[in-house]
């Protein structure tokens, strides 16, 4: 998952032509939809790769 | 919503809501002044003279622009708003040139008059002063922008009323300026020199060239007339001093007209003071016109006439009318001719007009335009094909704007882009040629998809069953080939037109002298009554004339088969009706027609010819035409006219007309309205008013006619005549024109016809088929009833006819 | 996983200092020591403290380096990043801390402002939505989304937000207006026209978080029930209209522009639309005449532009750092902590843009209610060469000074309006006694002359005959009677203008002349510029007892005007004196003083 917008796996529906309403939330505290480990590892590898700390990100 | 309760300088008043305080002052007759407030453009709030103070608000308010609220007390002249204004005045004074002395406006100028009034004389501010050069780049005005005090208002007319678009605020802050783009001259620009920024500017910045010098406000005796060219025929002002139009401004509050004009009518009247106007009778005289006396003129005619009616018979005569004369003439002239005992007289450029009378004929039984000018600023859905209505009546242009305005659909069918293409909702690109197949497709489409007013077709019209399975050969599909046209063009066009509560149709009857176009008018009558667009307000169908008087000469019966208002010859009633009012047999055969003479060469028919205010010569082809032959071969041709024409030339007898401000008389326009016409200045010389030289002809034939002035005429024309039958000098002095039908001297006239039944009863569906034949070289548009003015008006001078050409093509887009 | 983050400042103050030849410095460095991988480098927003750019700032270590060339960029790399340690030569330094300064906290320049708006400039990356969505971004428009569009109206309304563009409004108001009015199609337009001379409070907004203001203008077109929005930017900004560009398309990929939103049922779509270089388009309506295509000029009102506005419609329009201020309200507990902030009347904080006589020029954001002393002594670190502080411009060309002795005046909508100032965009110019009043007004007249659109007669012709007596009185042509014009003139400009450009033009006059008429007296009556800025007016003298004979302002006087031996006190010869200045800035004994023409200086000066 490089992007937010890329899905974290197949699970993931949401996109522009067919949007998942809690999709900004999942961003950070994802996944919503269905649990998964890696889905969420994926997610803070992102965060990580860029926010240094807590500073730099919500929480 | 309630009424709304407010205070204007102590006074309680009621008003509307939605009302301006500018509005609710008015009311009062209380006096705010204004610079940039003008009632036909949105409220701009931009010179702030008209400021006044609201209690309880921040600033003062611009009451041009302020709606009233309930409770409102407002102060118009308080120390606040005096000062204020004072600030604005010599903000003013402080920008402009004080040259009132020598200034045109001086006496008419609301700077001049407001400085009056609050006591502004000058102003100490001593600081840097416009010096912009003036323009002077073309025949009609001056436009020296020192003067401009940005009111904005003229800008304003340019771009929403008329559309020209010529200028616009250039620049900004203090050296924000009016003016065309890149600040060009204004003779390269759009503009087409209609003369309304003139009109509406409050300031000596726009001078019109010729009125400079040449007279103040005051010196000046304003006479109410008809404009000459067109058949809008609108009311103008003719500003007279020492026996000489000066000016021409249009009249503000009638129904033909309203405030506006074109070039022609604001601009098109110096050829009354030129040195080439005929002013004694001539007569030919081995080959040269030697200048005689009216009695020797008369005599000779008489003795000339009488001998080829003795030779040949009354059928080698014949008369030939203008579309340009009044009705008082038109009306004597086809009874002078009638009691001389044949039928044979006609209007020549009345043939250009035969396809939109004779279709109307059929598909109504009556040919005139159905609904009035000004219906049309009101309607829903506009229909121009085969038109160009910014261009020959300008007019008609500007109230198809202001329906646009007010969110009407425009659309256009024209192989060229004409000059209303800018507003149109949907623009049909289309060959010419094929502008019927387009309209039957239209009316497929309307029947496919149930667009049509079923209620009227059935209750109003009949031929209704042979024209749906006739239409139905023509859906879209199958003419977009023909057409050039996509399919969704046409259903779309087809559908605006179909489905607005009211729609017009706009088409004008084009250069044509072949037959084609009368299968284009009886598609468009097919459209209406489909639609039920008829005998209603701001629907209709609209073929407007060229000529001036084109409707009130045909109305006057000077046409080979009727009488006045079409009634015919071949009916003995008629005839018996009028041999008793005029004391003579009428021939029962129709005469022969114009283009009988002209076209189809039964040239040896006619021996004698009188020609009234028209020029066949010049229209037919020149001096090597066949006309011009025909006429020479006369044995005795007669030519009344202002100018010695081309065809003057080749007559044996000239006599010297009055010109429009120069008689009394009464005109009928395109939209049926009579309207009275009054003399300004006199004739030059021994030139006479039409009428009064037909009159005094008749009594050398020894015709006892009883005339003392044109509204005798115009009376016994009336008591023959049942549409204009309640219409008298007295009641159009009283109450403007009136458009016929008019049966009695209590009927209001008829805005709009067919509003019961049609002419014929039931309105009649009519199968038309095939191409509309092109004129050669020409599309179906009408660049030929304009160049038919300059041909007939070539008393205008070179520049100003070169501006007329500019007028054509300035308004292609 | 980066190391580090170097954020380099690519805004206006510091680009214009050279941060692009710093930035590719800093790239080679790192290229040459093979780290470039290991290190996240974004020319980012701007920190606010344009006085001392180029400035990096290094995280996680939020170490603050400032007034960098491109040759410290080897001690950089080398010293901190390769060997760990703090270059102290590079941290900040000045007379208001004792030791040099690493961070924030201890830079007293930072030691008052309270990141709100600006809380993502200098932090993300301005060109990646993910970063933006990091911090927290987006939440509130999925939050507002929720809510019913009155909802949130009232949110805003109780939050007490008011308009930042200049005229203070309340936002929630506004947006209640057009809520109510009726139609199917409404719009949201973003006032990013900002025109104030030396204002770059919304561009830096613009450039450093773009998607702030997406994010509320899509929380605005929730609320009103618009469908489609326009940002109209001024294309003098064209990194800004970049950095919207991206954020738009970015936006759109993730469903958060366009149809449907997130599933709610909700469109909106967005345009820019560039400015064309008129001050006056920062108005209202001729904003909405230029979007529509026509000149931009101002439109009359009533109608107001939330019942009929862009091509008709309802419309909402607000200013950048307005709309950067509703995601902060929106989100969870949002409001609460936005009230917390401010006065009662001027809630939130408001970001300034210092400048003129003060040693620490830049943007701040700072609470609503912070003193002018404050402003100008804590966050802007006090007069530059240590003068007194004469007076404070606030509001552009459309707002009055406040003088000294008012010092202690909270900086609120309220308060400012009472002294004939207004808050304006945020503009602060601070003014010593070298700064002359005649001529402050005088340049902002020049200014709106040149803007006026030319419409209406006060403000096109009297600005215009303001702008010559001022030019006249600056030039020793004064007469008494002109400043009874001037007041008479104002007076009417300002009542009867039509749009808030004429309204207000007048007002760097007016305030001048209340607070300050004897140096406009002076200049009337005594032909004397006390500030010494007005050239005719006044002379330099040098004092004799003071000066050293350093020949200092002997060599920098490009016209030989000043004669005098080393060691010998120096003389100025009047007639040659073109009054330049460059001799009073090399003084080293500040002993050059300003005289009325032909007298000696009073030495009680």
Known sequence: MKKFIDHCCEKCTHSKENPCKDFVRCCLEGPICHESKACAEQRKEMVDRVALNEKFTFC | MSAINIKVDGIEIEVEPGTTILQAARQLGIDIPTFCYDPELPSNGACRICVVEVEKARSLVASCVAPVAPGMVIHTESERVVSARKAVLTLMVANHPLDCITCQKTGECKLQDYCYRYGVSDSDFGGEVKELSHDDSNAFFIRDMNKCILCGVCVGKCQDVVGAGAIDFTRRGFVANVGPPYEDRIEDSTCVFCGLCIDSCPVGALTPKYLLGRGRPWEVEKTETICPYCSIGCNINLHVKDNEVIEVTPVDNNPVNRGHLCVKGKFGWDYLKSRDRLTKPLVKSNGVFVEVSWGEALGYIVDQVEEVIDRYGSEALMGLCSPKSTNEESYLFQKLIRSLGTNNIDSYTRHCHAPAVDGMMEAFGSAALTNSIEELASTEAVFVIAADPAESHPIIGYRIREAVRKGADLIIADPDLIGLTDLASHYLSLKAGSETELVNAMANVILEESLQDQAFIDKRTEGFAEFEKAVADYAPQSVTEKTGLSEDEIREAARAYASANKAAIISTVGIDHAGGNEKLVLALANLALLTGNLGKESAGLYLPYGENNLQGVSDMGALPAVLTGYQHVKEKAVREKFNRAWGVEIDKKPGVSAADVFENKKKNLIKAMLILDENPVSCLGGDDSDAAALLKNLDFLVVQDIFMTETAALADVVLPAAAFAEQQGTYTNTERRVQLSYPAVEAPGEAYPGWAIIAELAGWFGLEWNYNDPGDIFAEMASLTPQYAGISYERLTEEGGLQWPCPSDNHPGTPYLYEGRFGRGLGLFTIVEGETAPVPGVGLTVKGALSDHVCQCQSLNMSKRSVISNYINANRR | ?605
């Open chain 3, 1 to 605: 996983m980066y190391e580090k983050h170097l954020m380099i400042c690519g805004a206006t103050g510091c680009l214009s200092s050279g941060s692009n030849a710093v930035e590719e410095a800093l790239v080679e460095e790192l290229e040459k020591h093979g780290i470039k991988d290991k290190y996240r480098l974004v020319m980012g927003g701007c920190p606010g403290f344009c006085e001392v750019g180029p400035i990096i700032v290094v995280y996680p270590d939020e170490v603050f380096y400032c007034r960098l060339k491109p040759k410290d960029m080897s001690e950089l790399v080398e010293k901190h990043l390769v060997g760990g340690e703090i270059v102290e030569r590079l941290l900040y330094k000045g007379p208001d801390v004792d030791a040099p300064a690493r961070f924030y906290d201890t830079i007293p320049f930072y030691a008052k402002q309270k990141f709100n708006v600006l809380r993502n400039s200098g932090i993300v990356d301005p060109e990646s939505i993910d970063e933006y969505i990091m911090r927290g971004g987006y939440r509130a428009f999925t939050r507002a989304l929720n809510l019913d569009p009155a909802a949130v109206c009232e949110e805003v309304k109780q939050a007490g937000l008011r308009g930042r563009g200049g005229a203070g409004f309340s936002t929630g108001l506004k947006w209640e207006f057009t809520n109510k009015a009726p139609g199917d199609k409404k719009y949201v337009v973003c006032n990013a026209d900002e025109g104030d001379p030396g204002a770059f409070m919304d561009r830096s907004i613009l450039e450093g978080d773009p998607h702030s203001i997406l994010e509320g203008m899509l929380i605005c077109g929730h609320a009103v029930g618009a469908s489609e929005g326009y940002i109209y930017c001024r294309a003098e900004y064209p990194l800004a209209i970049k950095r919207l560009r991206i954020a738009i398309e970015q936006a759109e990929e993730y469903g958060l522009l366009g149809e449907n939103i997130l599933g709610f049922g909700y469109n909106f779509k967005l345009h820019i639309k560039e400015g064309a270089g008129a001050f006056v388009c920062g108005e209202e309506t001729a904003l909405l005449a230029s979007i529509e295509g026509k000149r931009g000029m101002p439109r009359p009102r009533p109608p107001f532009p939330a019942q009929s506005g862009l091509f008709g419609k309802p419309t909402t329009i607000n200013n950048v750092e307005t709309l950067a201020n509703v995601p902060l309200i929106l989100k969870e507990g949002g409001a609460a902590e936005f009230v917390k902030i401010g006065t009662e009347g001027s809630k939130g904080t408001k970001v300034f843009a210092l400048a003129g006589k003060i040693r620490n020029t830049g943007l701040c954001e700072v609470p609503m209610g912070i003193t002018i002393r404050e402003i100008i002594y804590d966050v802007g670190g006090g007069i530059k060469g240590g003068r007194d502080f004469k007076a404070v411009q606030a509001g552009g060309p459309s707002g009055g000074c406040i003088p000294a002795e008012q010092i202690d005046l909270p900086i609120d909508y309220d308060s400012l309006n009472e002294a004939g100032a207004i808050m304006g965009s945020g503009g602060l110019v601070v003014m010593d006694e070298r700064t002359c009043m005649v001529d402050l007004a005088r340049y902002f007249l020049s200014f709106t002359q040149k803007e006026s659109c030319g419409k209406c007669t006060p403000c096109r012709e009297g600005t215009k005959r303001m702008l010559e007596i001022l030019n006249r009185i600056s030039e020793g042509q004064g007469t008494p009677r002109d400043l009874d014009t001037l007041d008479s003139l104002a007076a009417s400009i300002k009542d009867s203008s039509l749009c808030g450009l004429g309204q207000t033009c007048p007002n760097p006059v007016l305030s001048t002349i209340r607070y300050f008429k004897n140096e406009y007296e002076e200049h009337i009556n005594e032909h004397y510029c006390r500030a010494g800025v007005c050239k005719e007016l006044f002379n330099y003298w040098i004092d004799q007892e003071k000066c050293t004979g350093c020949t200092a302002c002997v060599r920098a006087c490009p016209v030989d005007a000043i004669e005098g031996e080393k060691k010998e006190p120096h003389e100025i010869i009047q007639e040659l004196c073109t009054r330049c200045g460059s001799c009073i800035e090399k003084c080293p004994q500040d002993c050059i003083l300003i005289t009325r023409v032909g007298s000696e200086a009073d030495v009680s000066n």
